[in-house]
């Protein structure tokens, strides 16, 4: 691995990371913030987080070192995804509210903070999984080998986590922001691996928005004030997962070695 190449494209990442924290402020939070009806300002962001997705889209889609990552979804890239799907949609609100019934009472709202949740998860892996992890790991050695993935990993979920700590300042708990840090961190991780294993971004941006839209209309309403011990459960839920999105990305590896030594496999 170029270690000048890394601390280049660590850079480079922190700078998309900066830009698009910008860039939901401006483009997203603040003209959403003019409309008075709730529903309103919840369809306002999910439009413009649309938006800007799909300039996202088209920045990975032309820039040839990323663009593999917005190659066509296989079978099993999807199958992969529904054991995180499965553990996340119960474990999740069952930790937030206790109950996996689905806040409707306000058929509009509900509806709006479904499509803007599912619009932020989709946004966020297109951005941290899509462009800055397959730019990560243009800089590791022996080119999108899964055993040489780890430090991409890592480095976008830590980016990727990051910016939760602003929750802090529009209002959330400090348990509960320091919590969201660590399992934001986690999932990263396990979207990350997911990403890889499946070599597309698509199921995972599918994933992460179907779990904020799920999650966020099961807490609508509830004002979330976790104990420390909540709190800490929170924080290392994902870690089944991690391990999950470990042991895909060696039988991937694995397999990607097995075909390199006898190519008549392939």
Known sequence: MNTDTLQRKVLVSLTVTIAFLVATILLVSVPASRFTSPPAR?????????????????????????AHALKSPSPRS???????????????????TGTLRLNLNQPNLATGVAFNGFAAGALEELVFRGL????????????????????????????????????????????????????SFLLGVVFACLRISGRSIWPVAMLHGAL????????????????????????????????????????????ENENAANPALT
């Open 42 to 66: 919840e369809y306002a962001a999910g439009v413009a987080r649309i938006i800007l997705a799909f300039l996202v889209i088209v920045l990975i889609w032309r820039w040839n070192r990323v």
């Open 212 to 255: 904020n839209a799920f999650v966020h209309v099961n807490r609508l309403g509830i004002e979330i004030q976790p104990s420390l011990l909540r709190a800490a459960a929170l924080a290392f839920a994902p870690v089944p997962l991690c391990i999950y999105g470990a042991i895909l990305l060696r039988k991937t590896a694995t397999y």
């Open 132 to 183: 800055i992890l397959s730019l990560l790991l243009t800089a590791m050695s022996e080119n999108h080998k899964p055993r040489n993935a780890w430090y991409a990993i890592l480095i976008s979920a830590l980016l990727f986590s990051l910016p939760h700590a602003l929750n802090i300042f529009v209002g959330h708990a400090e348990a509960r922001v320091l919590a969201q840090l660590v399992w």
């Open 78 to 96: 999807w199958a992969i995804v529904l054991p995180v799907a499965l553990y996340s949609l119960i474990v999740y609100p069952l930790l937030f």
